[in-house]
Nanobody, 125 residues
Framework: VQLVESGGGLVQPGGSLRLSCAVS????????VGWFRQAPGKERDYVAA????????YYADSVKGRFTVSRDSAKNTVYLQMNSLLPEDTATYHC???????????????????WGQGTVVTVSS
């Protein structure tokens, strides 16, 4: 399974971006797909996830109400719509996929088997 992120860039505070995670080699409906981010010098943080079989979407408290994760099964792609961006959202964003992830492990990056290379998001005026 390969994952390729795109859509990152430079945006002003309060702006929006939509990240894409194109998946090949596997059907996304069979995987939980998560988004994680890592800022320079900081640990990798969970952002959001869409569980397999469409069984729900989940968010970190820091992005709840601002970010929306969705998927397009026809395109085998997962999206992260990011609105009301803040400077603290600046990071490299990675998508990851895993099968058999239990609900309580959705936010645990170690539960995911496959990772993309990341796309950089910079929020600055």
């Amino acid at each position: 399974v390969q994952l390729v992120e795109s859509g990152g860039g430079l945006v002003q505070p309060g702006g929006s971006l939509r990240l894409s995670c194109a998946v090949s080699g596997g059907t996304i409906s069979l995987y939980t797909v998560g988004w994680f981010r890592q800022a320079p010098g900081k640990e990798r943080d969970y952002v959001a996830a869409v569980r397999r079989y469409g069984s729900g979407t989940y968010y970190a408290d820091s992005v709840k109400g601002r970010f929306t994760v969705s998927r397009d099964s026809a395109k085998n792609t997962v999206y992260l719509q990011m609105n009301s961006l803040l400077p603290e959202d600046t990071a490299t964003y990675h998508c990851a996929a895993g099968s058999g992830i239990i609900l309580s492990s959705t936010s645990n990056y170690q539960a995911y088997n496959y990772w993309g290379q990341g796309t950089v998001v910079t929020v600055s005026s």
